[in-house]
């Protein structure tokens, strides 16, 4: 720049202002081959990681999960428990024994006893504990297959994260190359007289802001790639390759459709009905805790002076403090039975409620996404084209055509921003659903 202002003579050769045409018309070369379309699908590279191979990962290595697993392996194995017999007691008796030799022939009572005593609960105090047993593993089973689900929706919106981190870098550097190319063909026109200084001050401070751009979004997708390791389980400074963005492809169900399936197979809703009728039979237990457990025993004496012999035993409990015993689980296990329902309800509000707004987004997303592609970013760029030529005849400031060139950045990067989300949107749903929801 500074050999171009000190050469006045420079500036007045013919040779000179032919480049600087030639120069400019390049320039405009560079914008109609350069910013071709940016959502056009892309044949993927060969160390893709795909989206389905994440989730897998995810699903294989995700400690949380595990823990899921493993707590449905615990409830199972308290299904046998629940609804098995109390252990039996063995009792043994040393009677009529005199101190301090406590001989087996002190006298003539000497006696020795070995019995044993055996309680049967009330019937269906047994079976009730079995119920809620199997039922609360059921819950558990069905626990861990929501948190499968949501481990792959969680899975999938930091992938579509770093995704479209990748591609608004690339958007964000090719603008900062043009805007580069800008700052030549000012510094230039300025040289010649035929531009001003703050067309090229301009220039520096765009490029100076588009590098800043660079640098945030780089560090967000560093972050974004650490979280993304933290869920496939791997090492959160591991690099992450480049990944998909698909556009969306086909047409959403209608909102009832979608609901009807959620609430016929979403595992958050079946865990809790399980834990409702794990409540029931919880409360019918309850109910049969005033009816006395029966214990049954039998004994054997022997004697070396008397004859040998048998007892038979019997006992019940009596429920004489059922006021402050009995009746107070009885009201318990009623709560929690209402607790379960409530919460089942509120549940299945909030699943329908989700649904229609993350339905709504993803529609939303789409939709936009599709104005910005067929309308609005080709209507920006052939407006930057348009400018750049009324720039070269001096019928556009040097302002308006950088900032007509930085909508364009805008509303690629925005374009690439709603295809993530609606993918996000589209996980959200399949979570809830238990399945693709793309026609």
Known sequence: MNNLVRSPERRSQPGFRRNLRCGIGGLAAALVCGLTPWLTAQTPHSDTLRLADAIQV?????????AAREGVVAAEERIGPAGALPDPQISGQL?????????FTSNLMTQNQ???MQTIPFPGKQGAARNAAEHNAAAASADADEQTRMLASEVRMHYFDVAYADRALDVMRQ????????????????????AVQQDVLRAQIEVGRMAEEITRMTQDRL???????????????AAVPPLELPEPAGELPAPDSLVARALKGRPALRAGAERVAAAEASLSGARRELFPDLQLGWAYNWSFSLKNSQNFMFAVNLPIFAPWRQLPMRRE??????????ELLNLRNETVAKIIETRARAEQ???LARLYQTSIVPQARTA????LASYRVGRLSFMELIDNQMTVNRYETETYRLVADYQQALGELEALVGGPVED
């Open 58 to 66: 995810a699903i294989q290595a995700n400690p949380m999960l595990q």
């Open 95 to 103: 009677m009529n024994r005199a101190p301090p030799s406590f001989s």
């Open 114 to 116: 070995l019995g044993v």
């Open 175 to 194: 603008t900062r190359g043009l805007l580069r190319e800008f700052l030549d063909v000012s510094t230039t026109m300025y040289a010649v007289g035929s």
């Open 223 to 237: 972050a974004m790639a650490a979280r993304l390791d933290a869920l496939l389980g791997r090492d959160a400074t």
């Open 333 to 342: 296990a009623a709560a929690m039975r209402d607790m379960s329902r409530a």
């Open 365 to 367: 997303d789409r939709n």
């Open 384 to 387: 930057v084209q348009a400018s």
